[in-house]
């Protein structure tokens, strides 16, 4: 296992998340028998970051990864949980939820603590200080019970500096979605410059994407086969993360035995893409976003002839997301954020954007698409 430095914690490179561990049939109702023995065969081959959250699996996921994980010495693990913001009904609630984690996972303390999900729909209420999350952590902090406090991220490069500007001397880490496709496609580039320049560590979530960059077109598949032919789909993946310099900690959602194994063994050795590699990983993202997605750059040439006055490339830029994933929580999520009278569903049609537009989007017949894909 390849170990990272931070501070005084010598961390493995990759983390067991507890997103997605193994269930029976609903989310719910985790497989406990097969969950612990993948917790174990990864704490038998080293390693020793362990996440979760009050959300996963129903409220399960702390309880069963605590259970496993008090199997074996406190001193062999890192523990991380998080406060669950992506609820505004949360807000009020940070010391009944910071303090119940604790006892669902059978520890005094948390190795680190993160303000979970911080966007657009949250930043507000995140910054409000009627609501006491930020001093509270920061109590417990001081008080030993959380060793790192950090923040994992969904929102836009500029949500991230709202948060930073009031938190950052406080904030340890970062979790970032980041992986091959969203480098570009969720500006996961521009955030982590963003972090490096406040010289703050990068965690790494959905590497994978829930699994779905496993498995590509058979022909970027042999494309990158024949630039490295021992190389796994999954493997190129992490490969690609490990050419981030400002990366410590990957995690990722182990569903099986057979995933847990994998993964494992891709971290025995570390070896990040060279520039050529990269590219092509790069080409085809490209590639890939081009069928599902409008060409938006985001001129804003369309923006002063709007009538309804909407941000078309953010909207934009929310339906390419939709689109590409299939749905999803994350352009729902950043909609809410914005006025009922500027949603995709305010467009008239008019096509006033299209006739100004560079790139010959029909934006209206994405708003109308993207409309009904939010089931509205």
């Known amino acids: 296992m390849i170990y990272k430095q931070f501070r005084e914690m010598s961390l493995s490179a990759l983390g067991m998340g507890g997103m997605r561990l193994p269930t029976s049939g609903k989310d719910s109702e985790i497989d406990r028998k097969t969950a612990f023995e993948m917790i174990d065969y990864a704490m038998e081959h080293g390693v020793n970051y362990y996440d979760?959250?009050?959300?996963?699996?129903?409220?399960?996921?702390?309880?069963?990864?605590?259970?496993?994980?008090?199997?074996?010495?406190?001193?062999?693990?890192?523990?991380?949980?998080?406060?669950?913001?992506?609820?505004?009904?949360?807000?009020?609630?940070?010391?009944?939820?910071?303090?119940?984690?604790?006892?669902?996972?059978?520890?005094?303390?948390?190795?680190?603590?993160?303000?979970?999900?911080?966007?657009?729909?949250?930043?507000?209420?995140?910054?409000?200080?009627?609501?006491?999350?930020?001093?509270?952590?920061?109590?417990?902090?001081?008080?030993?019970?959380?060793?790192?406090?950090?923040?994992?991220?969904?929102?836009?490069v500029d949500v991230m500096k709202r948060f930073l500007d009031a938190y950052g001397d406080d904030m340890g880490f970062c979790q970032l979605q980041i992986n091959f496709l969203d480098w570009k496609f969720q500006n996961a580039d521009e955030k982590v410059a963003l972090l490096k320049e406040r010289g703050i560590p990068v965690w790494v979530m959905e590497p994978l994407r829930g699994g779905r960059l496993c498995r590509l077109d058979d022909a970027f598949e042999s494309r990158l086969r024949a630039m490295r032919p021992h190389e796994t789909t999954t493997g190129w993946n992490f490969r690609f993360i490990q050419s981030l310099p400002e990366v410590v900690v990957t995690l990722s959602g182990m569903s099986t035995p057979e995933q847990t194994a994998e993964n494992i063994a891709t971290f025995e050795t570390d070896e990040p893409l060279n520039n050529e590699e990269f590219d092509a990983l790069q080409q085809i993202a490209a590639e890939m976003l081009e069928k599902k997605?409008?060409?938006?750059?985001?001129?804003?040439?369309?923006?002063?002839?709007?009538?309804?006055?909407?941000?078309?490339?953010?909207?934009?830029?929310?339906?390419?997301?939709?689109?590409?994933?299939?749905?999803?929580?994350?352009?729902?999520?950043?909609?809410?954020?914005?006025?009922?009278?500027?949603?995709?569903?305010?467009?008239?049609?008019?096509?006033?954007?299209?006739?100004?537009?560079?790139?010959?989007?029909?934006?209206?017949?994405?708003?109308?698409?993207?409309?009904s894909r939010l089931g509205r």
Not at 73 to 94: H, I, Q
Not at 132 to 142: A, F, N, S, T
Not at 329 to 354: H, N
């Open 293 to 371: 997605t409008v060409p938006c750059t985001a001129c804003r040439y369309c923006v002063d002839q709007c009538p309804m006055g909407l941000d078309i490339p953010r909207l934009l830029a929310l339906y390419n997301e939709h689109a590409f994933s299939d749905g999803g929580f994350i352009a729902p999520m950043a909609l809410s954020a914005i006025d009922d009278d500027k949603q995709p569903d305010s467009c008239i049609g008019c096509g006033s954007c299209s006739a100004v537009c560079p790139q010959q989007i029909d934006i209206p017949g994405a708003f109308s698409d993207f409309t």
């Open 52 to 156: 979760t959250a009050w959300g996963y699996h129903g409220g399960n996921s702390e309880l069963v990864m605590g259970e496993a994980l008090s199997r074996h010495p406190r001193e062999m693990f890192y523990l991380a949980s998080k406060f669950p913001g992506y609820s505004l009904k949360n807000m009020p609630r940070v010391k009944e939820i910071f303090e119940k984690p604790l006892e669902k996972c059978r520890v005094d303390h948390f190795d680190f603590y993160l303000f979970h999900n911080v966007c657009e729909l949250n930043i507000d209420a995140y910054l409000d200080p009627k609501f006491g999350i930020h001093p509270y952590l920061i109590e417990q902090r001081d008080a030993g019970r959380i060793k790192h406090l950090g923040f994992s991220a969904h929102g836009g």
